[in-house]
């Protein structure tokens, strides 16, 4: 498709005809070829659209047709990996869901833990979506919900501790933590003054939002504003970042792979000249993607993988038994030979395309 034909044969023409008069200005030079340019567009872009519609039933055929192909291939070549990552998360699950049907509930703990369990039922569904990803081989885009995964571990790993070792203090962070959805609202509502439809309900939170400041206080108004009692008295001089409550968590061993994953969250110039996609041992800095890849699932297929087992873990451990030891045991071995398999596909495609 060449997008620059049409322009050509229309400036051609255009400037034929308009030497005809020798008197023009080039103020009204530029308002006749604006004119001529709009009418030209009006007229031709009505052909163009139907023809690109009569041709949309057998493009698109062909283009799903290639993707299907290639999906199969896909899949063929990571199977065992995926399936690995298929039966962890569909183990976790079911572990997550036994909570309702097994737990004795008589102490109020499902009721203590509810918002937890809802932490954790994402986790599964932001599993699942790394898993298709995958499977139609979009790599950053697995990155990317990678990342929310890692999230959610770090914060259901900082609420669970807190529950295992200082039931007051859970008690008061979790009604800090649910209280917190009227910050996240208030920041998504109000500093849009072009919303005039949502006058009303910006009027409420704003009132909503200074009622839970006065129960907080104002720090509570500041990113990850929840988390200040579990931090030192100094630290609410400043702000709460994430890579803290990464520290709180034990997990600043991830924060390069997290920060590697904001890359393919945010455009910018790196994250646009870097993909997961690309082998290593090529210069990519002139090659544009436009689709999936079956090279680069290794790392975000292990680090889903890691995560979900770190965070159905501590899930297991905040009641623990021998049945819950078992599981773990075996969350941890199913990972272990998943990620096993996600390195030695992802080294052989290295070796096949460094022979060819």
């Given at each position: 498709m060449i997008l620059n034909t049409r322009h050509r044969q229309f400036e051609e023409e255009f400037y034929k005809n308009i030497k005809l008069d020798k008197d023009i200005t080039e103020e009204k030079l530029a308002s006749l070829y604006m004119k001529a340019l709009i009418n030209i567009v009006e007229k031709t872009s009505p052909a163009t659209f139907k023809s690109h519609v009569d041709e949309m039933p057998l493009a698109l055929k062909e283009e799903r047709s290639?993707?299907?192909?290639?999906?199969?291939?896909?899949?063929?070549?990571?199977r065992n990996a995926f399936d690995c990552l298929e039966i962890l998360t569909m183990i976790s699950e079911t572990i997550s869901t036994a909570y309702f049907d097994e737990e004795d509930s008589e102490d109020g703990f499902l009721e203590e833990i509810d918002f937890l369990l809802k932490i954790h039922?994402?986790?599964?569904?932001?599993?699942?979506e790394v898993s298709v990803l995958?499977?139609?081989?979009?790599?950053d885009g697995a990155m990317a919900r990678w990342r929310s995964l890692h999230e959610a571990n770090v914060i259901f790993h900082i609420l669970a501790s807190t529950f295992q070792t200082d039931r007051e203090m859970f008690s008061k962070i979790k009604k800090r933590f649910l209280d917190y959805s009227i910050v996240d609202e208030y920041k998504r509502f109000v500093p849009n003054k072009n919303i005039k439809k949502e006058i009303e309900i910006k009027k409420n939170i704003n009132a909503r939002f200074r009622k839970v400041k006065e129960k907080y206080g104002s720090n509570f108004g500041k990113q990850h504003g929840w988390a200040y009692p579990l931090f030192p008295k100094n630290k609410e001089e400043n702000i709460i970042l994430f890579r803290d409550l990464e520290k709180l968590a034990d997990y600043e061993n991830i924060q390069p792979y997290y920060k590697e994953a904001n890359h393919h969250v945010h455009i910018?110039?790196?994250g646009i000249n870097e993909s997961l996609?690309?082998?290593?041992?090529?210069?990519?800095?002139?090659t544009y993607l436009y689709g999936p890849s079956n090279y680069g699932l290794s790392k975000p297929g292990q680090l889903t993988s890691n995560s979900l087992v770190q965070i159905t873990t501590k899930l297991l451990l905040i009641k623990?038994?021998?049945?819950?030891?078992i599981f773990i045991k075996v969350l941890l071995s199913f990972a272990e030979k998943g990620n096993s398999e996600f390195n030695e596909i992802q080294q052989t495609i290295k070796e096949e395309e460094l022979k060819s």
């Open positions: 290639e993707i299907e192909e290639f999906e199969k291939r896909l899949i063929n070549t990571w039922s994402k986790s599964i569904v932001i599993a699942k995958l499977a139609s081989g979009f790599v910018s110039s790196l996609s690309f082998m290593p041992f090529y210069d990519n800095s002139t623990p038994n021998m049945d819950k030891f």
